[in-house]
């Protein structure tokens, strides 16, 4: 017996419906997990507005690298210094700009005794320039919690409290923090939610992150996260990372290792972040991290090195894949080829189930981000660059360039 479900629709068989369904069920159910991932991740929103003045109060040491940063770097200091947080400094690591971004740095401090504004070393051999930089800047430290970010966050008054009490409830040493993604083009749409549910795939929401036993399951947000300065100290500081292009990602392994809880939070209301402003940024920037930093989230050891790539090329081939099914089999019964039979049928029924199943997943990434659900059918053009991204990536190996230097990741 053949089915069809629409009127004017090829017929399928039993058989052919169920195996399309079969193939697509790895799709289809991914909306389910991330949003079940999503529900156990705790937001800072969560926490007491009370709580954040309660006692004790730590001293926070905020450490900000920044090597020409002279579109952000203002903005940031100043959301920064508009801080509530009752013992805080802030430690401006200018690492070498040429584009006035020290300057630009001093003004925005604006003669604030809390701000601390240092010129990084000269850089060592072996060492990439962000990590020296916050090195440098951790010397200057004086506080015993430490709170790395990036010169394009923009910072709520209420997020280091709520940063210090979230790692409190969740008894963790290392917190970072997920906030909103700006997207200004309509190339950071189309792959900003791309590479972040691939991240969130790939290592899940808060409680598989605390739950992990092996030091490869765990990751950091770089862009803002909060640790002890004791377990800094403990494991090197930078230097245990230093030749590492994700060294967020290490730094929360080898936190990890020592045993150590590593957790995340959403902070959508206190955290913002342009990270790229356009195609060429973002080639660029994910460029650098998808091969010579992701490969050390592989399982199997060297095996699973060498396996990486085909990993990595699977995502947005994924992605793809479903759309351009159904467009090839949209085209014929359009055309009236003779190619509509019963596989092709049941080729029809697994591209539309799957790519409704990525459109839901990629309205979830931007409804959580707070952005329109209706940017997720941009989900095919980020698949695609996000394909070229890592089909260069890969192409480099580890040799990555970024702020004018070059690096060969370990």
């Not at 090829?10 to 369904?21: E, K, T, V």
Request: proline share 5%; glycine share 10%; aromatic share 6%.
């Amino acid at each position: 017996m053949m089915l069809s479900v629409f009127s004017g629709l090829p017929l399928i068989s039993p058989l052919g419906a169920a195996s399309a369904a079969l193939a697509a069920a790895p799709w289809v159910t991914a909306p389910l997990v991330l949003a079940a991932r999503l529900r156990s991740t705790p937001r800072l929103d969560d926490i007491d507005p009370a709580a954040t003045i309660a006692a004790p109060t730590p001293r926070v040491s905020i450490v900000l690298p920044a090597r020409n940063e002279a579109v952000h770097i203002a903005a940031c200091i100043r959301s920064i210094r508009a801080s509530t947080w009752p013992d805080l400094e802030l430690v401006v690591v200018d690492d070498h700009s040429t584009d006035g971004t020290g300057a630009l740095a001093h003004e925005a401090a604006a003669g604030d005794p809390r701000v601390k504004i240092v010129d990084a070393p000269d850089l060592p051999a072996g060492w990439f320039g962000k990590q020296w930089a916050c090195q440098s800047g951790a010397a200057h430290a004086t506080g015993s919690l430490l709170l790395l970010t990036d010169a394009d966050t923009r910072h709520a008054p209420d997020l280091v409290g709520r940063m210090v009490r979230m790692r409190e409830r969740r008894g963790a040493e290392l917190l970072s923090v997920a906030g909103h993604q700006e997207m200004g083009t309509v190339w950071e749409r189309a792959v900003q939610p791309s590479v972040f549910t691939l991240i969130l795939t790939r290592y899940g929401g808060a409680d598989a992150i605390e739950r992990a036993t092996n030091p490869r399951d765990v990751v950091a947000n770089g862009q803002c996260f909060m640790m002890s300065r004791r377990v800094y100290d403990a494991i090197g500081g930078h230097e245990a990372v230093r030749g590492y292009v994700a060294e967020d990602v290490m730094m929360a392994q080898a936190i990890q290792a020592r045993g150590d809880r590593v957790s995340l939070a959403l902070g959508i209301g206190q955290l913002s972040t342009r990270m790229y402003d356009g195609l060429g940024s973002l080639m660029k920037g994910w460029g650098k991290n998808m091969y010579a930093g992701g490969r050390h989230a592989m399982w199997w050891g060297a095996i699973g090195q060498r396996l990486y790539p085909l990993f990595l090329l699977s995502f947005p081939l994924g992605v793809l894949m479903p759309f351009v099914a159904l467009v090839w089999c949209a085209v014929a019964m359009a055309t009236g080829g003779a190619v509509i039979g019963a596989v092709s049928a049941a080729l029809l029924l697994w591209s539309a189930l799957t790519s409704a199943a990525i459109l839901v997943s990629f309205a979830l990434a931007n409804w959580l981000n707070g952005d329109p659900i209706r940017r997720a059918l941009l989900a095919p053009l980020g698949g695609a660059i996000v394909l070229a991204i890592c089909v260069s990536a890969i192409a480099r190996g580890n040799n990555v360039r970024w702020k004018d230097r070059g690096y060969v990741s370990k």
